[in-house]
């Protein structure tokens, strides 16, 4: 197992779509337990393939508090979603410190496969539900700050930007 380096916002690769997954093999479950660590090591309830340079279909995610529960998505698929939408704080591993909150379906039934390249279908809601969508726009070149204002994006940016010159000198 090996924790893998997270791109961090403006970096362009972010906006890259991914790719599906052909066949769930050794080397997806490699990756697949490469994004688990690394998401637990940083303590995140989710992570896309997208975040860490592997443009390809594929979502950790653990919303239990325990943090015993892994769930794997590999070209995932949205079936069903509640008309009904729900506000909530998030945050992403690729924009470090920043907390908005954005709007989200309240309910999502999504189609995938698991580790195995078995097909299941996961029905979230609450925090698994905005973690499953949050993801998915990952894979699709989407990171949640595009939902905020143009102001309020530029300033995450330009906050962002100073941040990694700051951590390259140090
Ligand atoms: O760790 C994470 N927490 C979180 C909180 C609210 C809404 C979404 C998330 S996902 C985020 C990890 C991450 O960046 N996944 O892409
Ligand atoms: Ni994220």
Same mark, same amino acid.
């Given at each position: ?88 704080? @998030? %945050?992403?591993?690729? $924009?470090?410190?920043?907390? /908005? ?6 309910? !999502?039934? &999504?189609?995938? #496969? ?10 979230? @809601? %609450?925090?698994?539900? $905005?973690?499953?969508?949050? /993801? ?6 989407? !990171?949640? &700050?595009?939902? #905020? ?22």
């Amino acid at each position: 197992m090996a924790l893998l380096p997270i791109l961090k916002y403006p970096d362009p690769r972010l906006r890259e779509v991914a790719k599906p997954v052909a066949v769930v093999d050794d080397g997806v479950r490699r990756l697949v337990d490469d994004m688990l660590e690394t998401m637990y090591a940083q303590e995140g309830v989710g992570l896309a393939a997208t975040q860490v340079d592997v443009h390809r279909r594929v979502i950790v995610m653990d919303t239990s508090s325990e943090r015993n529960r892994p769930v794997v998505l590999i070209n995932p698929q949205l079936t069903a979603r509640s008309e009904e939408l729900g506000f909530s704080e @998030e %945050g992403c591993l690729s $924009v470090p410190a920043t907390f /908005e909150r954005i709007a989200r379906h309240e309910r !999502v039934t &999504v189609q995938a #496969l698991d580790r195995e390249g078995q097909p299941f279908e996961l029905q979230a @809601e %609450g925090l698994s539900a $905005v973690c499953v969508q949050h /993801e998915m726009d990952h894979l699709d070149g989407k !990171v949640f &700050v595009e939902y #905020l204002s143009p102001l309020k994006r530029d300033r995450i940016r330009t906050r962002m930007l100073k941040r990694a010159r700051e951590t390259q000198r140090a």
